[in-house]
């Protein structure tokens, strides 16, 4: 009896290949996707340095009076867009740009005896925002900064 040699693969044997490719994608996907959410959350935090930096800028510029019996200002979002100190933002987690009208956005600027300025910040995107649920203090300061810090609207 002649034996043919085989030259082509099992059904079974395909199975196995298409099972291995289906698990690599899998995990695959779900990396690429935990990156991309991590960049969006990094570009959420860039955000709100740029309106920090805007709102330094402003100060700088000397726009801000601090009256003796006040030693804090509140500048919106609006307001440092409309001096032209900052592009208007747009949203990494909708792509939308957050509306100058309605959007809450703010930089808190603190002078301090020693003449120093704090700057604390409170960036409200479409559903995400860096500020506390503290109605005493929503902002949260410049140095604490951070994607840990990004909470659900």
């Known amino acids: 009896m002649l034996l043919r040699t085989n030259r082509g693969m099992t059904l079974v044997e395909l199975l196995a290949v298409l099972v291995i490719l289906g698990i690599v994608a899998s995990i695959a996907v779900i990396a690429v996707l935990h990156i ?17 930096e805007a709102a330094r800028l402003y100060v700088g510029a000397e726009n801000v009076e601090f009256l003796p019996s006040r030693s804090s200002e509140k500048l919106t979002y609006k307001q440092l867009v409309e001096e032209g100190m900052l592009h208007p933002i747009k949203d990494p987690f909708t792509g939308n740009v957050l509306p100058l009208e309605t959007n809450p956005s703010y930089v808190l600027v603190k002078k301090d005896e020693n003449g120093s300025f704090h700057y604390s910040i409170c960036l409200k995107g479409e559903t995400k925002q860096l500020c506390t649920f503290s109605e005493q203090s929503p902002e949260v300061p410049v140095e604490a900064l951070s994607v840990q810090q990004i909470r659900d609207r």
């Not at 991309?36 to 920090?52: H, M, Q, W």
């Open 36 to 52: 991309i959410e991590k960049a969006k959350e990094r570009t959420f935090v860039s955000n709100a340095y740029a309106l920090y």
